[in-house]
């Protein structure tokens, strides 16, 4: 049986061609020629079955034979917002593993401790897209610039609010047990911190903007660690199938 090929192309129903980077890898890579059916995802729940009508060295358009509609996976929307790395191989992992689990948006937050206070996005925008073709999602997660902290937790957002931390002199609710009520289905914001945690101050602040201290369990974990087991508990309280 043929592999199915699947590539992004946003507003996919409404183009006929893909992407300069896709159709490079369609054409050069996988060699695809005209007459050959692929499958595309627009990123935001639907996907189309297509056939190749041109390929060329540069490009390759396309006709739609099909198009797909997906049911939604989880319920709400999952918000992961995380102080990167300094080693950002370790965040590029965690947002790899989180888009193939499933994940709605990652923010990254310049925190007192941070200890790298800039990020590329477009680099990680590649890997969201690479993740999201190899687990076959119909949503595509949204990557967010670097914010400072307090700016962050001072923007209204809808939905469940949580701050994770390993402050002892806080008390702290267990962050599963707060979000797999059966008939939850908020969005979800949990926010993770650097290496060497929230300060205490970010934490009381962060509670004040309505964030609930929440932990992710007796064990310490590294912050790619501790983002991607965030992901993980949400898709456990939020999944549909």
């Given at each position: 049986m043929k592999e199915v090929r699947y590539f992004y192309v946003p507003d996919a129903g409404n183009r006929d061609e893909l992407?300069?980077?896709?159709?490079?890898?369609?054409v050069r890579v996988l060699r695809l020629k005209a007459g050959d059916e692929m499958f595309l995802m627009d990123g935001t729940g639907c996907f189309y079955r297509a056939v190749v009508s041109l390929a060329s060295n540069k490009k390759c358009l396309y006709e739609i034979a099909e198009t797909l509609p997906q049911e939604a996976l989880w319920k709400g929307h999952i918000h992961l917002g995380i102080a990167p790395t300094k080693d950002m191989g370790r965040i590029e992992w965690m947002v790899e593993k989180a888009t193939e689990i499933?994940?709605?948006?990652?923010?990254?937050?310049?925190?007192?401790?941070?200890?790298?206070?800039?990020?590329?996005?477009?680099?990680?925008?590649?890997?969201?897209?690479?993740?999201?073709?190899?687990s076959r999602k119909?949503?595509?997660?949204?990557?967010?610039?670097?914010?400072?902290?307090k700016d962050f937790i001072a923007q209204p957002r809808s939905g469940r609010k949580f701050i994770c931390h390993c402050y002892e002199e806080i008390p702290r609710k267990d962050f599963y047990n707060e979000i797999v009520q059966p008939e939850e289905n908020e969005d979800i914001i949990v926010l993770v911190g650097p290496e060497g945690d929230f300060s205490v101050e970010e934490v009381r602040?962060?509670?004040q903007q309505g964030y609930e201290s929440v932990t992710l369990g007796a064990a310490r974990?590294?912050?790619?660690?501790?983002?991607?087991?965030?992901?993980?508990?949400?898709?456990?309280?939020?999944?549909?199938?």
């Open positions: 992407p300069e980077e896709e159709a490079a890898h369609a499933g994940v709605n948006e990652f923010s990254f937050l310049d925190c007192r401790f941070s200890e790298r206070r800039s990020i590329r996005t477009q680099r990680l925008d590649r890997i969201v897209v690479s993740a999201v073709k190899q119909p949503w595509m997660p949204l990557v967010s610039p670097q914010t400072a902290f602040l962060a509670m974990l590294r912050t790619e660690t501790a983002g991607l087991y965030a992901v993980m508990l949400s898709q456990l309280a939020r999944r549909l199938a």
